[in-house]
């Protein structure tokens, strides 16, 4: 696969005659609880020409393409991610931590880390992970056999919600590794047994509703409501003229 996604990010630059920036693992494999057929779902940010951006109207800013049972590819331009970025996109805070990196031009990954913390906006990232433990409280864990791949999606949203409520001035971590450190220790067993588990299970794999971690979210899901609009929001010097600097510069090569 590593063989498969090299070549689709190579023939992507020729025939998009764009420049890939950096693209990097953004689901279950980078986030740490991947099954034996877990797709790849590989983001990542591009730039294109400087006269592609010289135009009275905005051109496609996104890059996508059908699933396969393997590869789920995706893209972000550049000026979009940037755009994105000021505005605290979660995804793309997720992105910029992946522990699987595909394809980078050297230093850009670096060239923004001294900006997410001017960017990081925790209400924002509270929402966003609001709705994903939303969806598994009112819809994926109601039955008396729930997938698994589901309930772990709900857990680490539901601890990355955790994370910003206890430390808002701090970007949640990616990895579930790290997450689980504000588990209650009365869960680290039934989370540990199921996390081995799914490294050997289907993604379609059933398991019977874990009711103590069910309840563990369905309060997590009440208090990050509770807290989303109460939340202490760090402000930041506008990040705006620095973004507009690190677009210039990046944009340049491409051109």
Same mark, same amino acid.
């Given at each position: 696969?590593?063989?498969?996604?090299?070549?689709? @990010?190579?023939?992507?630059?020729?025939? +998009?005659?764009?420049?890939?920036? $950096?693209?990097?693992?953004?689901?279950?494999?980078?986030?740490?609880?991947?099954?034996?057929?877990?797709?790849? +779902?590989?983001?990542?940010?591009?730039?294109?020409?400087?006269?592609?951006?010289?135009?009275? &109207? +905005?051109? !496609? &800013?996104?890059?996508?393409?059908?699933?396969?049972?393997? @590869?789920?590819?995706?893209?972000?331009?550049?000026?979009?991610?940037?755009?994105? *970025?000021?505005?605290?996109?979660?995804?793309?805070?997720?992105?910029?931590?992946?522990?699987?990196? $595909?394809?980078?031009?050297?230093?850009?990954?670096?060239?923004?880390?001294?900006?997410?913390?001017?960017?990081?906006?925790?209400?924002?990232?509270?929402?966003? $992970?609001?709705? @994903?433990?939303?969806?598994?409280?009112?819809? &994926?864990? *109601?039955?008396?056999?729930?997938?698994?791949?589901?309930?772990? $999606?709900?857990?680490?949203?539901?601890?990355?919600?955790?994370?910003?409520?206890?430390?808002?001035?701090?970007? /949640?971590?990616?990895?579930?590794?790290?997450?689980?450190?504000?588990?209650?220790?009365?869960?680290?067993?039934?989370?540990?047994? *199921?996390?081995?588990?799914?490294?050997?299970?289907?993604?379609?794999?059933?398991? !019977?509703?874990?009711?103590?971690?069910?309840?563990?979210?369905?309060?997590?899901?009440?208090?990050?409501?509770?807290?989303? &609009?109460?939340?202490?929001?760090?402000?930041?010097? +506008? /990040?705006?003229?620095?973004?507009?600097?690190?677009?210039?510069?990046?944009?340049? /090569?491409?051109?």
């Amino acid at each position: 696969m590593l063989s498969r996604i090299q070549t689709a @990010l190579t023939q992507l630059e020729a025939t +998009d005659h764009i420049r890939i920036l $950096y693209a990097c693992e953004s689901g279950s494999r980078a986030w740490g609880f991947p099954s034996p057929d877990s797709d790849y +779902d590989v983001r990542f940010i591009y730039a294109r020409p400087a006269q592609w951006y010289l135009t009275l &109207d +905005d051109g !496609p &800013d996104t890059l996508n393409f059908p699933v396969d049972d393997e @590869l789920d590819l995706a893209g972000w331009e550049l000026r979009k991610t940037l755009k994105l *970025l000021r505005g605290s996109n979660a995804a793309l805070f997720e992105w910029l931590q992946s522990p699987v990196v $595909y394809q980078e031009a050297p230093g850009f990954r670096v060239a923004l880390e001294p900006l997410l913390t001017d960017c990081w906006n925790p209400r924002a990232g509270l929402h966003h $992970y609001l709705g @994903l433990v939303r969806r598994g409280v009112e819809e &994926d864990l *109601l039955g008396e056999e729930v997938r698994l791949k589901r309930l772990f $999606y709900a857990l680490r949203s539901a601890l990355a919600a955790r994370w910003i409520r206890e430390r808002p001035a701090e970007v /949640p971590p990616m990895e579930f590794g790290k997450l689980r450190e504000l588990l209650p220790p009365a869960l680290h067993l039934v989370a540990q047994e *199921l996390l081995t588990r799914k490294a050997t299970a289907h993604e379609k794999t059933t398991v !019977p509703r874990p009711a103590a971690l069910v309840a563990f979210l369905r309060a997590e899901y009440e208090a990050a409501l509770a807290a989303r &609009d109460t939340l202490p929001v760090t402000r930041q010097a +506008d /990040p705006t003229s620095d973004l507009d600097a690190l677009f210039r510069a990046w944009l340049s /090569p491409a051109s």
